[in-house]
């Protein structure tokens, strides 16, 4: 060690010698303790390099963050706030760390989400019974339950219950409804089931509802006679799949069905922005 050689080497003078050097052992005393300094703070560094590794390991062990990570990023982030402010310098993984944070908190967003979702269909399918060509009891409740995936044996009597409604109707009526509406909602709800609604077939027929969507009293568009919702979910239902129709200037284009309510969508849209 320097210091101890030179004060080994000083105590080594004889008295004479010594008075030469009047301020030999301040110096010599400054220099220990200057000495001394710089091995604690080489330590402390060191110390908080070993940390500051430590908490990088901890961020590492995380790998792909799922729900069941949340510990481990908890952990991590416990660790690097029990750090020294010059511990947390040395810290090269941080920003992975708030990656790993933020996409715990998407996770657990989605999870509060579909745990809420599944509460809502679970409601729907236990409270309402099935009717075709029933708006709230019927085919908007098809609409939500059947993108879901929901395949449980009861969710296919569900559906089966539907259908069962549905060939009812049809075998009643021919496929013919007073409204574009009741048409559009039919389509909708079976284009949901994976059904054809062009070519429907049931009870040994086989029914086009989609073609009626474009239907005219006159020169003008049914769907466009009730108002500009009618229209909207005419050109819905006719867009949920790769249906065709006859008449081409029923469908999106230059000259959809809703021209004749152009403006009036616009103004909705607008409100909506």
């Known amino acids: 060690m320097p210091s101890t050689r030179l004060r080994g080497a000083y ?9 030469l050097l009047p301020d030999a052992e301040e110096k010599l005393a400054k220099a220990e303790a200057d000495y001394k300094k710089v091995l604690a703070d080489a330590a402390q560094d060191q110390a908080d390099r ?5 908490v990088d390991a901890k961020i590492e062990a995380i790998g792909t963050v799922t729900l069941e990570k949340e510990g481990l990023i908890t952990a991590a982030r416990s660790a690097y706030e029990g750090l020294s402010d010059a511990a947390k310098e040395y810290v090269t993984k941080l920003g992975v760390l708030e990656a790993a944070e933020a996409k715990l ?18 409601y729907i399918r236990s409270t ?3 009717k075709a060509n029933q708006s709230t009891n019927g085919d908007w409740a098809v609409m939500a339950l059947a993108p879901r995936g929901l395949s449980s044996d009861a969710d296919k009597r569900w ?7 549905l060939a009812k109707l049809l075998a009643a009526n021919g496929g013919s409804f007073e409204t574009t509406n009741e048409n559009a909602r039919l389509v909708l ?13 049931v009870g040994g027929e086989t029914y086009d509802l989609v073609t009626p969507l474009t ?9 466009t006679v009730p108002g500009t919702t009618s229209a909207a979910f005419a050109i819905i239902a006719i867009g949920s799949a790769p249906y065709t129709v006859a008449d081409t200037a029923a469908v ?19 409100q909506q922005r």
């Open 128 to 130: 309402v019974t099935p």
């Open 105 to 122: 908190n998407e996770l657990k967003n989605a999870q509060g989400y579909q745990t809420q979702l599944q509460s809502v269909l679970a």
């Open 11 to 19: 105590k080594s003078l004889t008295d004479a010698a010594k008075k």
């Open 50 to 54: 070993d940390a500051a590794a430590a």
């Open 189 to 201: 709800a079976l284009t949901a089931l994976g059904q054809n609604a062009k070519a429907y077939a």
């Open 252 to 270: 999106p284009g230059d000259d959809p069905v809703s021209a004749q309510h152009a403006e009036p969508l616009r103004r909705m849209e607008d």
């Open 215 to 223: 239907a005219k009293t006159g020169s003008a568009y049914k769907a």
């Open 159 to 165: 559906y089966a219950g539907y259908a069962d409604e």
